[in-house]
């Protein structure tokens, strides 16, 4: 059970409210819709207009309407919590009377009731989500200014993105080395396969070839009477002087 709330944030003058300083208010009295039923149980209290206007809401003189920029929440004991416009409460706009009371028919509030000694009343509504028990805090803030991202914030996201474009440009660095090396790795080898087939061929003609030329040389003469014998000769004979010549 609340007995008194803050109001603070874009404010003058951080304030705190008891039933006193609220009694010391505008009184004004209230009945409410609660779906198709109408409640009969009468609210008095004061304006949330007039709460937050005590405490002073700071607005630039130089943006047209800055009030229509503010944002007031009215938070309970428990933690839950409503948001209004500036423009809904202001009386130059939507001047709805949403009253913060202190005070009802039925006995509910004040230090004997189970509400606490402050209720928000919200008349208008169809449903009473926004009928705030045990108030515990107000608070006043800027709700375009708060869209925006403070530098801090600005400086941290820029850190985020600059981690995120050299992550990206190493790992496709290292890609291209990889790819690089797999490149010159398979030349490598190629060329390395190329030499010794030609060489394996190489030696395999010459052997072929030494085996004719040894073969006439055994022979003789004789062995040179063949056609083919001859050729044999001639074509070892061509081919060893080939080879000396490159050779030398």
């Not at 496709?172 to 087939?197: I, P, V």
């Not at 003789?220 to 009477?225: L, V």
Request: proline share 3%; hydrophobic share 40%; aromatic share 10%.
């Amino acid at each position: 059970m609340t007995s008194s709330f803050t109001v603070g944030g874009m404010v003058n003058t951080d304030l705190t409210f008891n039933l006193s300083s609220l009694e010391a208010l505008t009184p004004e009295t209230v009945t409410y819709m609660a779906g198709s039923t109408s409640v009969t149980d009468t609210y008095t209290g004061a304006l949330l207009w007039d709460v937050f206007t005590q405490a002073g809401i700071e607005t630039d003189p130089n943006i047209k309407n800055d009030i229509l920029r503010m944002v007031m929440t009215v938070t309970g004991s428990d933690g839950y919590q409503v948001a209004f416009s500036g423009g809904e409460l202001s009386p130059k706009f939507g001047n709805e009377p949403i009253l913060v009371a202190y005070s009802d028919a039925d006995g509910q509030l004040a230090t004997a009731g189970s509400n606490g000694f402050a209720r928000l009343v919200v008349p208008g509504d169809m449903a009473g989500g926004r009928y705030v028990s045990n108030i515990s805090e107000m608070s006043v803030f800027d709700g375009v200014a708060g869209a925006v991202p403070e530098s801090s914030t600005w400086a941290m996201m820029l850190l985020g993105f600059l981690g995120v474009g050299l992550m990206a440009y190493r790992q496709k660095q290292s890609g291209r080395e990889l790819d690089r090396y797999h490149h010159h790795r398979e030349t490598a080898f190629g060329r390395s396969f190329c030499l010794a087939d030609y060489f394996s061929k190489r030696t395999r003609a010459i052997a072929v070839r030494s085996e004719l030329f040894n073969g006439a040389a055994r022979h003789g003469p004789a062995a040179t009477t063949s056609p083919w014998r001859r050729l044999g000769a001639v074509s070892c004979a061509g081919e060893r002087a080939r080879s000396l010549q490159e050779d030398s």
